[in-house]
């Protein structure tokens, strides 16, 4: 039980709340200290400006005043104090040049002796002396003053005050202070508390919706309060969890279509292979058929699980070493390598290549970009159609083309032909061996180039595909 109880408090401590109230509560006793001693200590001290200057000027005005005097005595003393009429002291002492009281208005009995206080004697030496303090609810006040004759220092002049005036003013004004800090530590904690539970809330919220998101529920949605950072940042968390959703949907239609795409020509395989092997005496006529057709559908499932592996490393963002391509030489490469698929429907195909039309990028993915597009272009083309490519440099960019006078792709399906797996006719397209990946593959790899790419409708009949790439270094106006 203590150990779950020492946990719980740690987990206190080190709670977001926890530190927030710590900082402002720290914050705010800084404050209330600040409050309560400054203003106390600088009336304190201009009090203590105002005593050291009245009194020494009083003092001044006695010493001036014994001055005048022929010999200090302890009756010409007293008659001086009397006429100046300085009742608001609590003591006034005049001694000779020696330290010899002659008058004390605390103590009369101490005339005739020694004062050894620290400010007479250096009153004696000549100095104004000044001392004050605040203790025991009042200011405490010395003041001495060497009395001359003739520029020598015949005695000095010595008073004290205790003022209690002053000090229950202070006293008064701390003790309101005292109070108005005490109520607002007490609504500084009260909002403090309210804040940081609201803002810790919010906070903790948003901790549960990510917990919530991890646990696959891509489908969960904050609701944003208020205008501050926070609330950007559940908009974030909003269209990040948008995003999860999207791919995780786009991920599991491409494993379901994949899965699909690999499992028809299997099943297709082993349904063959079975039949072979589940029946006795088959006619060899009907073996080759059958081995043929597995051949065919093995050959369809290798070009499925290449294009797979292709857009795996596209996705994972590898990429091969970028070289100056002439695009109208890979282009008639590539488009050799169609001309048995070409010839077998009857499809003329025809290239029309400009000069300099060079980019900067892996050779492969320019060679997939045109296969993928012109053996489109020749299996979805009727019997003795054609197909034209042409390259040609356009404003600074290399603009390839491919025409086909085919069957033509839907309006309502352009949007979504570059979709993995999208296909406009899934019968035609598995009867000619479309897997609904070779469209994605050039969408991927032309973005990749930083280019772009388009379909639409071509003049006549077919479909036109043009793609743009930026133009490398080595290219000719």
Same mark, same amino acid.
């Given at each position: 039980?203590?150990?779950?109880?020492?946990?719980?408090?740690?987990?206190?401590?080190?709670?977001?709340?926890f530190?927030?109230?710590?900082?402002?509560?720290?914050?705010?006793?800084? &404050?209330?200290?600040?409050?309560?001693?400054?203003?106390?200590?600088a009336?304190?001290?201009?009090?203590?400006?105002?005593?050291?200057?009245s009194?020494?000027? $009083?003092?001044?005005v006695?010493?001036?005043?014994?001055?005048g005097?022929?010999t200090?005595?302890?009756?010409?003393?007293a008659?001086?104090?009397?006429?100046?009429?300085?009742?608001?002291?609590e003591?006034?002492?005049?001694?000779?040049?020696?330290?010899?009281?002659l008058?004390?208005?605390?103590?009369?009995?101490?005339e005739?002796?020694?004062?050894?206080?620290?400010?007479?004697?250096?009153?004696?030496?000549?100095e104004?002396?000044?001392?004050?303090?605040?203790?025991?609810?009042?200011?405490l006040?010395?003041?001495?003053m060497p009395?001359?004759?003739?520029?020598?220092?015949?005695?000095?002049?010595?008073i004290?005050?205790?003022?209690?005036?002053?000090?229950?003013?202070? /006293?008064?004004?701390r003790?309101?202070l005292?109070t108005?800090?005490?109520?607002?530590?007490?609504?500084?904690?009260?909002?403090?508390?309210?804040?940081t539970?609201r803002?810790?809330v919010?906070?903790?919220?948003?901790?549960e919706?990510?917990?919530?998101v991890?646990?696959?529920?891509?489908?969960?949605?904050?609701?944003p309060?208020?205008?501050?950072?926070?609330?950007?940042?559940?908009?974030?968390f909003?269209s990040?969890?948008?995003?999860?959703?999207?791919?995780e949907? $786009?991920?599991?239609?491409f494993?379901?279509?994949?899965?699909?795409?690999l499992?028809?020509?299997?099943?297709a395989?082993?349904?063959l292979?079975?039949?072979?092997?589940?029946t006795?005496?088959?006619?060899?006529?009907t073996?080759?058929?059958?081995v043929q057709?597995?051949?065919?559908?093995?050959?369809r499932?290798?070009?499925t699980?290449?294009?797979l592996?292709?857009l795996?490393r596209?996705?994972?963002?590898?990429?091969?070493?970028l070289?100056?391509?002439d695009?109208g030489?890979t282009?008639?490469?590539?488009?050799?390598?169609?001309?048995?698929?070409?010839a077998?429907?009857?499809?003329t195909?025809? /290239?029309?290549?400009?000069?300099g039309?060079?980019?900067s990028a892996?050779?492969?993915?320019v060679?997939?970009?045109i296969?993928?597009?012109?053996?489109?272009?020749?299996?979805?083309n009727?019997?003795?159609?054609?197909?034209l490519?042409?390259?040609?440099?356009?404003?600074g960019a290399?603009?390839?083309?491919?025409?086909?006078?085919?069957?033509?792709?839907?309006?309502?399906?352009?949007?979504?032909?570059?979709?993995?797996?999208?296909r406009?006719?899934?019968?035609?397209?598995?009867e000619?061996g479309?897997?609904?990946?070779?469209?994605?593959?050039?969408?991927?790899a032309?973005?990749? &180039?930083?280019?772009?790419v388009?379909?639409?409708?071509?003049?006549?009949?077919?479909?036109r595909?043009t793609?743009?790439?930026?133009?490398g270094?080595g290219?000719?106006?």
């Open positions: 039980m203590r150990p779950a109880r020492e946990k719980q408090r740690r987990k206190l401590t080190q709670s977001v709340q530190k927030l109230a710590l900082a402002f509560f720290a914050l705010i006793a800084a &404050l209330l200290i600040l409050l309560n001693t400054y203003p106390v200590s009336s304190r001290d201009i009090v203590f400006s105002e005593k050291e200057s009194m020494l000027e $009083q003092a001044g006695i010493s001036a005043s014994l001055s005097l022929d200090l005595s302890g009756d010409g003393v008659q001086i104090v009397e006429l100046l009429g300085l009742t608001d002291f003591r006034v002492m005049v001694t000779d040049a020696s330290g010899r009281v008058y004390d208005t605390a103590s009369p009995s101490a005739g002796r020694t004062a050894l206080f620290a400010e007479l004697m250096r009153a004696l030496g000549s104004r002396v000044f001392w004050s303090e605040f203790a025991g609810g009042a200011f006040s010395r003041a001495a009395v001359t004759r003739g520029g020598t220092v015949v005695g000095a002049v010595y004290c005050e205790r003022d209690t005036t002053q000090a229950d003013i202070i /006293l008064a004004f003790d309101r005292g108005v800090s005490a109520i607002a530590f007490a609504m500084a904690f009260a909002l403090t508390v309210v804040f539970r803002f810790t919010r906070i903790t919220r948003l901790s919706a990510v917990r919530t991890r646990g696959g529920d891509y489908a969960y949605r904050l609701s309060e208020g205008d501050d950072e926070l609330t950007e940042l559940c908009r974030d909003n990040m969890t948008e995003t999860l959703e999207k791919t949907e $786009q991920r599991r239609r494993v379901s279509d994949a899965s699909h795409e499992k028809t020509p299997l099943a395989i082993r349904l292979a079975d039949s072979i092997t589940g006795e005496n088959m006619d060899p006529g073996v080759r058929e059958f057709d597995i051949s065919s559908e093995a050959e499932l290798q070009r699980t290449e294009k592996l292709n795996s596209r996705d994972d963002g590898a990429r091969g070493e070289t100056d391509v695009v030489e282009a008639e490469s590539t488009l050799r390598l169609l001309e048995p698929l070409a077998k429907t009857g499809v195909i025809s /290239l029309e290549a400009g000069p039309c060079i980019i892996p050779r492969d993915d060679y997939q970009i296969f993928n597009l012109a053996e489109n272009a020749v299996k979805y009727v019997p003795g159609g054609s197909v490519v042409s390259v040609r440099r356009s404003a290399v603009e390839l083309r491919v025409e086909d006078t085919g069957i033509g792709i839907p309006e309502k399906d352009l949007p979504n032909i570059f979709s993995r797996f999208y406009v006719d899934k019968a035609r397209s598995r000619r479309g897997s609904g990946l070779g469209l994605s593959i050039v969408h991927d032309v973005s990749a &180039l930083g280019g772009s388009t379909v639409g409708a071509r003049e006549g009949g077919g479909t595909f793609v743009r790439f930026p133009a270094k290219a000719e106006e």
